[in-house]
């Protein structure tokens, strides 16, 4: 089976992938040596009556709503054509930051789409790699070769569109998905040619296993993270301490930090100290979860022998000081138990995520095997037979996506029944809360941009507002 990178990215009506949609899908294929194969994909998806957009989404992309209706396809097109043409076997799908936002947002999609939310991305030779680490671990550890910018204030910034300015790279329209798929295959291409060593290391290592293998070895090792610094480049010396008991990961510790006073801590005070604060006076605990299959950026430590001097003043570490506290943690047998009991604690604090659509429980449960199997007949079935499928689907919440997946995706074959239900399904979305509903707070929010919107910035905004008005749900004469 030969493998392929498909490098993807997306632009989207908002962060939030419970919520948010898909606006534009963009992508192309390249081989293992980044070179292309076939045309570039480009796609707009169509939003549907009951989606509000957030406006500083907008403003960054230049897509309205209304230019998905004009051009778009429905999001059960695009599911037919993303599993039948790009998620072939082989595919590693590529991109930046891809793992942490756009691939959340393909599984909400294709969940409420009735496709597999997880099987692209492993099934049938198919995986996955995220560019932004590797981008921060070569940064970090070999950054000869390559132009590294720094923001307006003069901390460190990998932002896309600022690697590619520096380094003279094509990103002419930054923020539409085809230009940011270009550009991340051109840095791509840049760190392979400057840094091979690294780039294939980093490429071998975006397995599960193969980052167990580093981290499960009981020694210190290299990690890059965006939740460390950005003065100490994103980068550390970790050790694992345990494996998640919710099976979500590995904890690890940061060996930056003596742990002298939190050896001594309660579990109570381990959670206070976990716990996320902007007090410059707080000391917080320097242990975060590694999750194995997000592609983490991790590395032995003989890649630090390489110009290590150079390397150990620029990532401002003190190596006998990580060596003195991993032999520390490892000596005392109490503290993974007391860690254990202070995320007990902070779950049991943690409010429940309780919009009641059934678009946003995708991670309630896996679905099953049976309903797996149905999966691509409720997908192939003809709108007026997905009725059928109430009874044979066993999971509840595709029993709750059926009807708003046929609203969503073929309105125009909704009985008179189901076109009300639909409706009452819109007003409740737009309109709940009165003052503080999401319709209402998107025109308020709409004002308040206008205030000093640029030229072209208010054209969007006008759009904005007359999509807000196109959606407003129609009050019921009879009531």
């Not at 059960?76 to 082989?90: H, N, W």
């Not at 290299?222 to 345990?242: F, M, R």
């Not at 008179?416 to 009452?424: C, F, L, M, P, S």
Request: charged share 25%; hydrophobic share 40%; with cysteine.
């Amino acid at each position: 089976m030969a493998e392929t990178f498909f490098f993807y990215d997306l632009e989207t009506s908002g962060i939030n992938p419970r919520t948010s949609r898909i606006m534009q899908f963009a992508g192309q294929r390249t081989d293992l040596d980044l070179k292309p194969i076939g045309e570039p994909i480009n796609i707009l998806v169509k939003l549907t009556p009951e989606t509000v957009p957030d406006p500083y989404a907008i403003l960054v992309t230049g897509i309205t709503p209304q230019m998905t209706l004009a051009d778009g396809i429905t999001e059960a097109e695009f599911v037919r054509i993303f599993l039948d043409e790009i998620a072939t076997p082989g595919t590693i799908f590529a991109g930046f930051n891809t793992v942490r936002f756009d691939d959340e947002f393909m599984r909400y999609l294709l969940f409420r789409n009735f496709g597999d939310p997880y099987q692209w991305q492993w099934k049938d030779g198919r995986s996955r790699w995220d560019l932004l680490d590797l981008v921060r671990m070569t940064r970090a550890l070999r950054p000869d070769g390559i132009t590294w910018p720094v923001g307006e204030n003069g901390e460190v910034t990998n932002q896309l569109t600022k690697l590619t300015a520096v380094n003279g790279l094509d990103h002419e329209h930054a923020h539409d998905a085809l230009n940011d798929v270009l550009a991340t295959i051109a840095m791509a291409q840049l760190i392979k040619d400057k840094q091979p060593l690294l780039f294939d290391y980093s490429f071998k290592h975006r397995s599960k296993e193969a980052v167990k293998q580093v981290v499960q070895s009981g020694l210190p090792f290299v990690y890059t993270s965006g939740k460390y610094p950005k003065e100490q480049l994103h980068t550390t010396v970790a050790i694992l301490l345990a494996e998640r008991p919710d099976h979500q990961g590995a904890l690890v510790y940061d060996l930056r930090h003596d742990p002298t006073q939190f050896l001594t801590m309660t579990p109570d005070q381990l959670a206070k100290a976990w716990t996320f604060t902007k007090d410059p006076e707080v000391v917080r605990l320097p242990v975060k979860t590694l999750k194995y299959n997000r592609c983490p950026a991790v590395a032995d430590l003989a890649v630090l022998q390489k110009d290590k001097a150079s390397t150990v003043e620029r990532l401002q570490l003190d190596l006998p000081a990580t060596t003195k506290y991993a032999n520390q943690l490892k000596a005392d047998v109490n503290f993974t138990d007391k860690l254990f009991k202070a995320l007990q604690l902070l779950d049991k604090s943690r409010p429940a995520y309780t919009n009641g659509t059934p678009d946003s429980q995708l991670y309630d449960n896996f679905l099953n095997e049976a309903d797996c199997k149905l999966l691509p007949q409720v997908r192939q079935a003809a709108p007026e037979a997905l009725v059928e499928y109430e009874t044979k689907l066993q999971d509840e919440r595709l029993r709750a996506l059926l009807p708003l997946y046929k609203a969503r995706n073929f309105p125009s074959s909704l009985t008179n029944e189901e076109r009300a239900i639909w409706d009452e399904y819109c007003q409740h979305q737009l309109l709940d809360g009165g003052e503080k509903s999401r319709l209402a707070l998107y025109f308020a929010q709409l004002g308040d941009l206008a205030q000093n919107a640029s030229e072209d910035k208010r054209f969007l905004l006008e759009e904005l507002q007359l999509y807000g008005q196109a959606i407003m749900p129609v009050p019921d004469e009879a009531s």
